[in-house]
T-cell receptor
């Protein structure tokens, strides 16, 4: 099992540009989560999906952020337009109700200049 | 969810047991205690969880007090690779069988030679 796969590992973009982060969950996992980590705020839950359906997006900071899960094996987190304060490490995680632990990806380090 | 309190940092000598405490005095009857750790630049990694009884797996042991108001994660023979931030999380299972871990600041454990 390759685990949760995130791409890209690093992204540097200019303010105002659109950024798309990608995640492939573990096959068979029916829940997917997007987190953001900064030094100031720690790990924050942005949104999570159950069976490809968004359940709770209350953690999404503002309308510039959007997330989709078109099928069970793929999800995207999009920021448009990006701002310097969006600079952070973004983690994707997946789980199944039959297991108790989450599996996190290696994260995408986003830098907006 | 019950709030957890952990020391900000701890250190331990290599080869010795690392005992990481967590207070969760407001825990309710159906809430589990979970532990995750995050090694620098990686995503959080599930370690262990428990409800009432002590638990052990290949990574660690979890000791939960009888009143369930606190717990201790034990790494029996700490190695330099155990240097990480350790998160204690308390969460009930949602009706759909999933839980959403909310991460605090955790304990930064440094294992020294």
């Amino acid at each position: 099992d390759a685990g949760v796969i995130q791409s890209p590992r690093h992204e540097v973009t200019e303010m105002g540009q659109e950024v798309t982060l990608r995640c492939k969950p573990i096959s068979g996992h029916n829940s997917l989560f997007w987190y953001r980590q900064t030094m100031m705020r720690g790990l924050e839950l942005l949104i999570y999906f159950n069976n490809n359906v968004p359940i709770d997006d209350s953690g999404m900071p503002e309308d510039r952020f959007s997330a989709k899960m078109p099928n069970a094996s793929f999800s995207t987190l999009k920021i448009q337009p990006s701002e310097p304060r969006d600079s952070a490490v973004y983690f994707c995680a997946s789980s199944t109700r039959d297991t108790y632990g989450y599996t996190f990806g290696s994260g995408t380090r986003l830098t907006v200049v | 969810d019950a709030k957890t309190t952990q020391p900000t940092s701890m250190d331990c000598a290599e080869g010795r047991a690392a005992n990481l405490p967590c207070n969760h005095s407001t825990i309710s009857g159906n809430e589990y205690v979970y532990w995750y750790r995050q090694i620098h630049s990686q995503g959080p990694q599930y370690i262990i969880h428990g409800l009432k009884n002590n638990e052990t797996n290949e990574m660690a042991s979890l000791i939960i007090t009888e009143d369930r108001k606190s717990s201790t994660l034990i790494l029996p023979h700490a190695t330099l690779r155990d240097t990480a931030v350790y998160y204690c999380i308390v969460r009930a299972f949602a009706s759909g069988g999933s839980y959403i871990p909310t991460f605090g600041r955790g304990t930064s454990l440094i294992v020294h030679p």
